[in-house]
């Protein structure tokens, strides 16, 4: 399991839950009565104590959770790997072993936190500090990131001084047994937050770095609007769409939610003789609105067919088919489209310029999902610009915008009681209202888990 | 000289709040302890009074329009010192308030991490305070009644960041260092002498264990007893020919 402690935007708000969890056993392994033996350190002189090896670790994971050898082992492993618990005498190697090798538990002021970060600031304090004690003697990939860190903090270098000289004075005031556990605790932090990276990491093949340097190149050239004129046609859009909108403009004949009455859904779908007027003048704003919408689709086809380019709705349908359809029939139904519309010859055959129809005819020799895109954009955009504006003046439109019917608001009748219940069923908040209030009591009679009954 | 006064309060103040970090990294441990919290908060308490009397002074001369270019660039770096500084406070001071609401002393159910530590923080708290030794008076519940009081301060000191902000217009990126990479080295003052033998214990692999104290024990014991061996030896060699 990897825990990524990184979040895109930054700083976290929550303590992440596996990170808390792990918090919990660790605090339940401080148990005096029910938690890890503890034994004593014996360094030269200093006798350091709460050490505990790694078979203890493992066997109380074992009798505290009821699991097997080979998950509290590696249950054990996040707890190293994640800086809860350092080794003491290979320090640099952060792995659990269940034999006799020393492990301390660390403090929680060093505990892995996603709402406290390792800092570049701290790193830098206490490389300060490392190399204050070790007289200069720092490690390879330490020197590197010291002379890194100078570089990129270095307006608060003279503070990174001045802190890692007093903290190491501070440290002086403890006993010796203590700043050795000090030391030895900030630096299993460290090793744990910034770990040394591989030489393997930093080699970016050319590969890897060409398809870097494009991606940035077209994410440059990417269209930008400015907000103003973003702004300006999302209030047009919202101005066109005011009166089509039922929550806004109230819908005829009456609203199936209040009035239970589903006329309007009646009125309005794919099938029906007679659209209303409300539908056929939504497809005069955007010619994907007449698209999106089936009735609307029949009539252009209608259209195109008495103009005789009706091959192209029909190669525009079939290409969105293929985008939208089954990976497995994908050849096959490619193969039905160059068949139809693409093949020199062809029975429906579409008008795609030279160039997109060379690159069409290559890319058919591997057929992928978006194969046909770049033709079914061509064909959408002749539509658009010819054939769609056309129709919106044809005389087939005219009439059928006059046909339309404005359906007639259900009049209320006179006699009150006759009308039908503007809210004819209870409302659904009423409804959980109730029923957090009985699961409520319940919940404090029998002491259950469970409040809610929706 | 005003520069002089300003490098001094910054001194006290880093050392109070290198300090400060030293008492939070004990929270939650063995040697966390109702002292331990009084500490805290009277670091903490310190700490603030340095910070606001360094605010006043750096945000006077910072304001005085009549000074040279050279001057300005040096309170800038102090400006940016002292800012770090409560940075550094601050998160300090948050971290504390997390912990400290974590581990509450007198909950017998909530158990102190074993982290090896036992001995007690006074005096790094008497190094902060810049006393002999620490008194204690505080009452026995100081742990819950301190932490009300340190979410008021911690909002008092992001209050002040704030308006520090606002008014003082300081580029951090536009002032340079005066230490260059590796100035601590260059420093009179020994600080990790008497540690460094001890450190390397922690750091490669430490034959100090048990068995480690044993065999170097035999060793000894085998060099001394050779030397006795031959001194017998040259000594009857000598009774022999004399």
């Known amino acids: 399991m990897t825990i990524n402690t990184l979040s895109q935007d930054g700083v976290q708000r929550q303590q992440m839950p596996c990170l808390t969890k792990m918090e919990r056993m660790i605090i339940s392994m401080q148990d005096p ?102 007289q200069g003697e720092l490690i390879e990939y330490e020197k590197e990131c010291y002379n890194a860190l100078h570089k990129r903090i270095n307006h608060t270098w003279d503070f990174v001084v001045m802190q890692a000289r007093e903290q190491l004075r501070a440290s002086k005031q403890r006993r010796k047994g203590d700043r050795i556990v000090l030391e030895c605790q900030e630096q299993a932090y460290w090793l744990v937050n910034r770990p040394p990276v591989s030489p393997e990491h930093y080699k970016l ?29 999302y209030v047009k859009y919202c101005e066109q769409y005011q009166p089509h909108d039922p929550i806004m403009q109230g819908c005829l004949p009456s609203n199936p939610w209040i009035t239970d009455d589903i006329m309007f859904w009646n009125m309005n779908s794919e099938t029906v003789a007679l659209p209303t007027k409300l539908r056929v003048e939504r497809w005069s704003f955007s010619f994907m609105e007449l698209l999106n919408d089936q009735m609307g689709r029949k009539e252009f086809l209608t259209y195109l067919e008495k103009e005789f380019s009706a091959e192209n709705l029909c190669f525009w349908q079939a290409c969105e ?63 658009k610009k010819d054939s769609y504006p056309r129709y919106l003046k044809s005389e087939l ?30 409302s659904p908040a009423l409804a959980t209202q109730t029923a957090e209030d009985d699961g409520k009591a319940k919940y404090s009679n029998s002491n259950s888990g469970t409040a809610s009954r929706l | ?59 006077a001369l910072l304001k005085d329009k009549n000074i040279s270019k050279d001057d300005r660039a040096e309170y800038e770096r102090l400006w940016v010192l002292f800012t770090s500084s409560v940075e550094l406070l601050e998160v300090d001071m948050k971290r504390s308030l997390e912990i400290g609401q974590d581990f509450p002393l007198k909950v017998p159910t909530r158990h102190l991490i074993q982290t090896g530590m036992t001995g007690s923080t006074t005096t790094v708290a008497a190094r902060a305070m810049s006393v002999q030794n620490m008194k204690y008076e505080a009452d026995a519940n100081i742990d819950t009644v301190d932490l009300k009081e340190l979410e008021t301060e911690i909002a008092q000191v992001d209050q002040m960041m704030e308006e520090m902000e606002m008014k003082v217009q300081v580029a951090p990126w536009a002032v340079e260092a005066k230490q260059e990479a590796g100035a601590e080295l260059k420093s009179t003052v020994s600080v990790g002498n008497s540690s460094v033998g001890v450190i390397s214990i922690c750091e490669e692999e430490p034959k100090e264990t048990v068995e480690g104290e044993t065999g170097l024990m035999k060793v000894f014991a085998g060099i001394i007893f050779t030397g006795v061996l031959l001194i017998a030896g040259i000594l009857g060699y000598l009774v022999v020919n004399l």
């Open chain 1, 205 to 233: 093949t050319t590969l890897t770095k060409n398809t870097i340097i494009e991606h940035n190149r077209i994410s440059l050239a990417r269209n930008r609007v400015k907000s103003s004129i973003c702004l300006e046609s």
């Open chain 2, 1 to 59: 000289m005003g520069k002089d006064e300003c490098k001094t309060m910054l001194d006290a103040l880093n050392k109070v709040t290198a300090c400060y970090r030293h008492l939070v990294i004990a929270l939650g441990s063995t040697s966390d302890s109702q002292n331990l919290r009084e500490e805290l908060k009277k670091t903490r308490n310190k700490a603030q009074e340095l910070a606001v009397a360094n605010r006043t002074k750096l945000t």
């Open chain 1, 33 to 134: 009565d029910m938690g890890i033996k503890l034994r004593n350190q014996r360094l030269l002189i200093t006798v350091i104590p709460h050490a505990m090896t790694g078979l203890d670790i493992v066997e109380w994971l074992i009798k505290k959770c009821s699991i097997s050898d080979e998950e509290a082992l590696h249950v054990g492993q996040l707890f190293v790997k994640y800086g809860y618990i350092y080794p003491l005498k290979e320090p640099r190697n952060l792995i659990l072993k269940a034999d006799d090798s020393s492990y301390r538990f660390q403090t929680p002021y060093y505990w892995m936190s996603t709402r406290w970060p390792a800092s570049e600031l701290d790193y830098a304090i206490y490389l300060a500090k490392k190399n204050i004690r070790k």
């Open chain 1, 321 to 383: 088919d293929v985008r939208h359809g089954e990976t497995a029939k994908i050849p096959e139904k490619v193969d039905e489209v160059y068949k139809q519309f693409l093949a020199p010859g062809a029975s429906r055959w579409v008008n795609i310029d030279s160039k997109t129809m060379e690159k069409t005819l290559e890319g058919l020799k591997r057929p992928h999902r978006f194969v046909l895109d770049d033709a079914q954009m061509h064909i959408y955009f002749l539509m």
């Open chain 1, 397 to 426: 439109y005219k009439n059928l915008l006059a046909r339309a019917i404005v359906p007639q608001e259900t009049k209320k009748s006179v006699f009150p009681f006759m009308r039908r219940q503007r809210h004819s069923s209870p």
